[in-house]
C-alpha cells in the first residue's frame, strides 16, 4: 500500500520497527476498563441486556469506538448482568455423552449422498464403541433394499458375529436389513434379542456415522465433489444418466450389470451390488419393514404386516442363503 499509493518503498522489517517506535502496536492501546464498563452499562439499559459476550464485544468496537479484549467484556458481563448471563448459559447447547457397553453391541449403518448426483453412492457402517469402520463400499445405488442387505450379509460372514443392536434411519432401503437383524437375533434370551435388536431413529441422531461422514468429507469426499462439480460447470457433465455412467466407467472399476443408452447404443454397467446372487432371496421380504415395531411406534403408521409374518419371512430368507 505504501509503495502503490505513497511511493515509498521499505522492508517488513522496518517498517515493525519504526511502528514500535512510534508507539503504534495493533493488539495494545487498549480503553480504559472503566470506559468499557460505562458503554456496556448504558448497552444494558436498552436492547443490549440481550446481548452475549460477542455481539456486545462488537457493539463496544463499531459504536462506542472502544478497544477491548473479549475476555474482559465476558467477565464484565457475567458482573454487571448476572441474570442475562445465567439465562444465556441455561439455553446453550449441551453436548450430551454417548455410551456403548463394548464391542459389536451397536452398529451404524448408514447411506452417503452426497456423490449421488454424480452417480455413485456410498454406504457405510460403523461400530459404536470402536468406531471401526466395518464396510465402506462405493456403488452405484445406496438405496436398494437388497443391495444394503448384501452388504450386511456379507460383512457378518466375514466377521462371523452378528451385533447386539443395529441402527438405521427409516429410509426403505433398509427394511430389509431390519428383517434380517431380527431374525438373527430371534432366538436369542436377552432384553435386546428379537424385534427389540434393530432400531429405528432420525438420520440425525445416528451420531457415530453422522459424525465418521464430517470427517470423510474433510479427508476424502470434498475432492471429488469439487472435481465433478468443476466438470459439470464447465459444461462437461449434466446429470443425465449417460454422463452417469460415464463416470463410473472412468472413476470406478469397469462394471457389468445394469444397463444405460449412450449415442443410440445400449451399454451394460453393474449397479453396485444388485447383481449379487442373493438378490432374489431379499425381495420376498423387501416390503416387511413397515411391520416392525419399533419404526411403527417412531413413524405412528399402521402397520401393513403383522410382526409374526415378518418373522417367519426373515427365518425363511435365511434358511435359504
Known sequence: ML????????????????????GLFRRKNYSLLSDVRNAIRAELRGPGQLFGYRMMWLALQQKHKLRVKRDDVMRLLKELNPRGTDQRTRRRFVRRTYHSMGPNYLWHVDGYDKLKQFGFGLSGCIDGFSRRVLWL??????????????????????LGVVPMRLRTDCGTENGTLAAIQCTLRH???????????????????????????SIFRKARAQFWIDLFGDLRNEGHFNGSNEHQCLLQFCFQNIPS?????????????????AT???????RS?????RSHPERRSFTSRPARRSYVRFTSMGRTLISSL
Open 3 to 22: 509503495l502503490t499509493y505513497h511511493d515509498i518503498k521499505i522492508s517488513l522489517r522496518s517498517l515493525k520497527r519504526r511502528l514500535k517506535n512510534a
Open 137 to 158: 463400499i462405493c456403488g452405484h445405488i445406496n438405496n436398494d433394499p437388497a443391495v444394503i442387505a448384501s452388504y450386511f450379509i456379507t460383512c457378518v460372514q466375514r
Open 187 to 213: 432366538h436369542h434370551t436377552d432384553y435386546h434379542a428379537g424385534s427389540r435388536s434393530h432400531m429405528y431413529g432420525t438420520s440425525l441422531s445416528n451420531q457415530r456415522i453422522e459424525s465418521w461422514w
Open 257 to 273: 450389470g445394469a444397463r444405460c443408452r449412450a449415442n443410440g447404443r445400449t451399454l451394460d454397467v453393474q449397479r453396485g451390488g
Open 276 to 282: 449379487d446372487p442373493t438378490r432374489r432371496s431379499y
Open 285 to 289: 421380504s423387501e416390503g416387511s419393514y
